[in-house]
């Protein structure tokens, strides 16, 4: 068995953040079609209160909601969690090389996505 079918399955434990339910359920179906677990919550409060409880492979992020934004969440998650977690940005905006090592982020997924670029990110991971 070749490593990118090793990747493909393995399943992992997903936390989607979104302030938006119908992107997040969304990417639910997704993530949960490719054969990963994926829990929803709707802000960065939720989600670090999920990890505290709950064991977790990678948290995508919307970047822009209100509260705690996506870049917040992902310092807190790097700190709290050692960089155990992989913590992807999920955004419309366009994000370089250098922003990323700034706001403490492994991957980007740029919106608007489809299925495939979504299971080459898992692939990539």
Same mark, same amino acid.
């Given at each position: 068995m070749n490593e990118s079918t090793s990747k493909e399955k393995k399943s992992l434990d997903v936390l989607w953040v979104?302030?938006?339910? /119908?992107?997040? $359920?969304?990417?639910?179906?997704?993530?949960?079609?490719? +054969?990963?677990?994926?829990?929803?919550v709707m802000s960065g409060y939720d989600a670090?209160?999920?990890l505290k409880k709950n064991n977790c492979d990678i948290v995508f992020t919307d970047i822009g909601m209100p509260e705690m934004n996506g870049w917040e969440l992902a310092e807190?998650?790097? /700190?709290?969690? $050692?960089?155990?977690?992989?913590?992807?940005?999920?955004? +419309?905006?366009?994000?370089?090389?250098?922003v990323k090592e700034e706001q403490?982020?492994?991957?980007v997924l740029q919106k608007p996505f489809t299925l495939a670029k979504l299971k080459?990110?898992?692939l990539d991971l």
């Open positions: 979104d302030d938006d339910f /119908i992107i997040a $359920e969304s990417a639910r179906i997704l993530v949960e079609s490719i +054969g990963h677990k994926c829990t929803l670090l209160e999920h807190a998650i790097q /700190i709290k969690f $050692e960089k155990k977690i992989k913590v992807i940005a999920v955004t +419309g905006w366009d994000i370089d090389q250098k403490s982020i492994d991957m080459k990110l898992f």
